[in-house]
């Protein structure tokens, strides 16, 4: 099947600037994470959704950052007045989540290389 | 809070030599682990996952790791490297309990090089 796609692959913008990056997690599936990689920082967790509930932002680096998922399926994360040091590759992943089972393997997209100038 | 130790950013293996990846974790409460593997320009591909139960875990490619409690360790090994093993790889950590969010904690990553 289809597996978590993240569009755009690649996003080129200036210094100031806002950017939308969209993440499709695999069907039914009901969490989703944003990831950050960047040379400085390694991969880093930045935003976790679990069906209805409140996301758990505690990774945000700063309130510029902002994710919302909407009907439960695709997500944006929105970063405002981009900064160079918001240059990175943004992982997206999904998993399907069970209840008093333990933890379910999360699985990623290709990623937005994403380039601040 | 959890921690992720690779040890070697970079290590080169002959083709049809032994891998070993070193990944140390720090974890207060029984941790889940986890092996994935990055190919240039591509996403993370789980090789392996410990929960619970056995503590060798088998993989996709020929990859295993062994949950050692007593060194907090998850080694990743593979008996003979193939030149497309070349990638890098992340060893991570995540709170094993309740049902609370999976995020998972990265150590810096190891890049493979197979040389022939």
């Known amino acids: 099947g289809a597996g978590v796609s993240q569009s755009p692959s690649n996003k080129v913008t200036e210094k100031g600037k806002d950017v939308e990056l969209r993440c499709d997690p695999i069907s039914g599936h009901t969490a989703l994470y944003w990831y950050r990689q960047s040379l400085g920082q390694g991969l880093e967790f930045l935003i976790y959704?679990?069906?209805?509930?409140?996301?758990?932002k505690s990774g945000l680096p700063s309130d510029r950052f902002s994710a919302e998922r909407t009907g439960g399926s695709v997500s944006t994360l929105t970063i405002q007045r981009t900064q160079q040091e918001d240059s990175a590759v943004y992982l997206c992943?999904?998993?399907?989540?069970?209840?008093?089972?333990?933890?379910?393997?999360?699985?990623f997209g290709p990623g937005t290389r994403l380039t601040v100038l | 809070a959890q921690s992720v130790t690779q040890l070697g950013s970079h290590v080169s293996v002959s083709e049809g030599a032994l891998v070993l990846l070193r990944c140390n974790y720090s974890?207060?409460?029984?941790?889940?682990l986890f092996w994935y593997v990055q190919y240039p320009n591509q996403g993370l591909q789980l090789l392996l996952k410990?929960?619970?139960?056995?503590?060798l875990v088998k993989g996709i490619n020929g990859f295993e790791a062994e949950f050692k409690k007593s060194e907090t360790s998850f080694h990743l090994t593979k008996p003979s490297a193939h030149m497309s093993d070349a990638a890098e790889y992340f060893c991570a950590v995540s709170d094993g309990f309740g049902d609370a969010g999976n995020m998972l904690t990265f150590g810096g990553g190891t890049r493979l090089m197979v040389k022939p």
């Open positions: 410990y929960t619970t139960g056995a503590t």
């Open positions: 959704f679990q069906g209805n509930s409140a996301p758990d």
């Open positions: 974890s207060s409460v029984p941790p889940y």
């Open positions: 992943a999904s998993s399907l989540m069970y209840p008093g089972q333990g933890k379910a393997t999360q699985y």
